[in-house]
Structures are given as C-alpha cells and as structure tokens.
C-alpha cells in the first residue's frame, strides 16, 4: 500500500554533512482518505536498539533526540510525500542504520505506519 523510498546514506568524516532523504508513494495517496500525520527517522547503531532521532507532524511542530538537537533538521513537503534529514556537524557516534518511519492517517484517525528499507550512514573519526 505504501512505498517509502530513502536514500543519502553513505560514508562521512567527523564534522561532515549529510543528507537523507525518503519519499512515501502509494495509491492511498490517490485520494482525500488517508494522510500522513507524522514523518521521522529513526536509527539503530550495532548492537543497540532502534531509536527516535527527528519527527516532524503535519502540523510543522518537530521533536529531536537530545543527542542531535542543533545539528539535524528535519523538513517535510507534504505535497510530495517526502521527508528530508540534514545531518551537519557529524559525529562517529551517529553511525547506524537510518530508518524512515511515516504514519498513516485515515479519516483522521491512526490506520498504521510503515517503513523504508534502511540506509546506512557512517561516520569516522
């Protein structure tokens, strides 16, 4: 039902940049009764667990894990479905797996979530 495409992952130097990017298709876009409330990225560094870094709702309001505040932005454009992730000032520890999660909305009410196949971004020292 929902396709979420994502790419920018790749290979950074300590205090680089980088940009990830994911955009959700699907034909429940065709029409007005579903909608995407919510689109974050979450990441999962080697042997830990998965973690919240940005979501952005669509309202515009944004929440950001406390390790990445003042560094990452994140930016939707709702008419494209996309996401956009800007990482500056990068940091070893920033290595993982990032994930784009989107939340799905139907009439208003929550219907599920989905989420994209994973990118890698790896930062050295």
């Known amino acids: 039902q929902v396709q979420l495409v994502e790419s920018g992952g790749g290979l950074v130097q300590a205090g680089g940049s980088l940009r990830l990017s994911c955009a959700a298709s699907g034909s429940i876009f065709s029409g007005s009764i579903f909608s995407i409330n919510s689109m974050g990225w979450y990441r999962q560094p080697p042997g830990k667990q998965r973690e919240l870094v940005a979501i952005?709702?669509?309202?515009?309001?944004?929440n950001y894990v406390d390790s990445v505040k003042g560094r990452f932005t994140i930016s939707r454009d709702n008419a494209k479905n996309t996401v956009v992730l800007q990482m500056n000032s990068l940091k070893p520890e920033d290595t993982a797996v990032y994930y784009c999660n989107v939340d799905i909305w139907r009439l208003g009410r929550a219907n599920g979530d989905y989420w994209g196949q994973g990118t890698q971004v790896t930062v050295s020292s």
């Open positions: 952005i709702f669509s309202s515009g309001n944004t």
